[in-house]
């Protein structure tokens, strides 16, 4: 409004001025004439309640010509310096008012805001690389609206039942304030042939330096664009209704919310009620604060030969400063990803439904979740009635809290027409954990749970799981390993070969069926629950499907350091046993086998050389009594052997024979008491009569017993010979086996 000039002058200039520019003027257009150079609002209808049904744009139809007003003199009022000039500065407010023509005000500098309330705009609206303090098109109803690099120093409200039939563009715009599209309706569905079709709300590269609201029942049908835009508070689209769900052949389908590169100060609210029917894609996209997806619906299932289709959720790369929470009633029919994305606090998907079950010759499905490499701050929950339907991924992820998936559900089991995308409920192959992995409190997968070359920086607790495979091959953890009270546990797989754990719980209940459980090459250092003695942990050791060393070498190093020596022999012993029987395939090497079970213990139980040894010597004592008794055994000496075979023993002076001494020489290597060299089987026929043996008393008996009972030949001095060279190579072998088992030879330990 000029200065100087009061409201009701001005309001008959502006008469005036409209009058020679226009003609005659319908009731709506003085209305509006009237109320703007006093900023009052201009009602164009029979009442100004902005929820009467009188004022219902989707009626206008209805609505006689008086309410009718050029979309040529909003445009006059907005650029003609002489008509601006009187407008007070609250500026243009219309309500209920049916505009006609296209409204241009492109390039214009409107100095007053522009509000078009419960309107019906029968023509595009075009208000490209214009500025103007604030946009308010509230309860209108439009056609297309083009505002491409458009000026806003205050708000843009697009909202309460706003409804657009055709793209809004808002390519560049700068906005100072808020950008509120809350309740607002956007319809512009792709349709063949028609290349205007596809997008309902365009703003990539748009510059909102508060918030934008697409909340509280807002509705798009088509595609809804924030590539490149700045946002300096949040992204609120809780409620909203997203719709553009891929059609065959068109390439506009496909894509509800497309913000990549999406740089938000704030936060990103897609909760409570918001559904998308289409990909929502955040790729790379910087959001300050949290990305809140709490009770959202995201759908976009994948199908046969249907480009588009599969991704229900996108934000790979993407950089969270705070939290993304995927729980409470979230529910996604189509994959969702996250990929490389960074995040500040945790990851929460407590309670989400996730569901991409594989499908035959559909290679976007069985992926519910993925996210390979991503890198959480904070800690990853998939509990609570978390329910993946489909494969959920977190190969190489990086994560500083616990990865806790108690009670959560893991569907994706093994289906022999599908063998790509099935058969992993779990993948966490490569991830490092700075805290513990929870497994447990009713966490159930149907399929493979992958946890190879993961990094755990505290537990793996498996509690009340049951599985059917799990994978730790090559995991290092840096504390416990829990496997207790797991149900079903006899139809699980646990393989935990080349495994480092420092301590191990479990219970014999939880152990798996025989044939799968793989231990070679696990490590633990000590057992600190579950059975500790040999007997019940050679049962564990022989549910494997092949017998090789290591596990039976690591259980046995396991009960030594707990004190159980005796359990650590048992258990190399049977290593031993199980070893010899898998690995000797010849008949010597059978045989070698057998005699060192049967002497040393496969240098276990050494001790037993020493039994060998003994029984040996009381053969020999008994054998060597008797031949002496029978003449057999004679002086080696010439004289001696002449008076020994003349009168049927030695002479006085010559040393007494001792067959306990003669036997101990002759048994034990290097062992030297003077018997086995004066005394020798007789090596001449003896055939004259027991002659008594004086000297050695004790054993008249015997020889008196042995020759009235046993056969003539068991006295024979060949006998006695070949026995004594029997005796000698025996007790060298023995004595050296001894040795080699003592010393440790003959263990591969």
Known sequence: ????????????????????????????????????????????????????????????DEWGPERRVRAELIRWLCTEREAASRVDPKGIQLVGAKVTGRLDLSFANVPFPLCLLRCCLTHQIIVASARLPALYLNGSRTRSITADGVTVFGNVFLRAAFTAEGEVRLLGAQIGGDLDCSGGVFRNPPQKDVPESGKALNADGI?????????????????????????????????????????????????????????????VILREGFTAEGEVRFLSAQIGAVLDCSGGKFKNVPEKERPGSGDALNADRANVRSGVFLRAGFTAEGEVSLLRAQIGADLDCSGGVFKNPPQKDVPESGKALT?????????????????????????????????????????????????????????????????????????????????????????????????????????????????????????????????????LIDDEASWP?????????????????????????????????????????????VLREMGDDRGARKVLYEMECRRRAQEDKTWYSRLWGRVLWATIGYGLYSRRALGWLVSLTLLGTLLFGLGYLGGSMAPTEREAYACFEKQGWPPRHYQQFNPLVYSLENSVPLLRLGQDSVWAPNPGPREQEYHGAVNFAPFKWLGRWSGKYLPAWHTAPWLLRCYRWLQIVSGWMLATLFVAGVTGVVRRE
């Open 207 to 267: 510059n909102v330096r508060g918030n934008v609201f697409l909340r509280r029942g807002f509705t798009s049908e088509g595609e809804v664009r924030l590539l490149g835009a700045q946002i300096g508070g949040d992204l609120d689209c809780h409620g909203g209704h997203f719709k553009n769900p891929p059609k065959g052949n068109l390439p506009e389908s496909g894509k509800a919310l497309y913000a990549d590169g999406v740089n938000v100060r704030g936060g």
């Open 513 to 557: 069926a025989a044939g799968n459980l793989h231990l070679d090459g696990f490590v633990y250092g000590r057992i600190s629950a579950g059975p500790t003695d040999a007997e019940t942990r050679l049962k564990w050791l022989a549910l494997q499907p092949e017998s090789t060393p290591q596990p039976y070498r690591q259980l046995a190093k």
């Open 1 to 60: 409004m000029a200065p100087g000039n009061n409201p009701d002058q001005s309001t008959q200039e502006l008469l005036q001025l409209a009058t020679t520019r226009f003609g005659q003027l319908s009731e709506a257009e003085a209305k509006l004439l009237r109320a703007a150079p006093k900023g009052d609002q201009a009602v164009c209808g029979p009442s100004g309640d902005f929820n009467d049904p009188s004022n219902d744009p989707s009626k206008a």
């Open 371 to 503: 996210a390979d490499r991503v890198n959480v701050e904070g800690g990853v929950f998939l509990r609570e009635d978390f329910a993946a339907h489909g494969e959920a991924r977190l190969l190489g992820a990086h994560i500083s809290g616990n990865l806790d998936c108690s009670g959560g559900k893991f569907k994706n089991p093994p289906q022999k027409e599908l063998p790509e995308s099935s058969g992993r409920a779990l993948s966490g192959d490569g991830v490092d954990v700075r805290g513990s992995v929870f497994l447990r409190q009713g966490f159930t997968a149907e399929g493979r749970v992958l946890l190879l070359g993961a990094r755990i920086g505290r537990d793996l607790d498996c509690r009340g799981g049951p599985f059917s495979v799990l994978s730790a091959e090559d995991a290092r953890i840096a504390h416990r390993l829990v496997m207790r009270d797991v149900r079903n546990a006899e139809l699980s797989v646990s393989d935990l070969r080349n495994a480092v754990v420092e301590v």
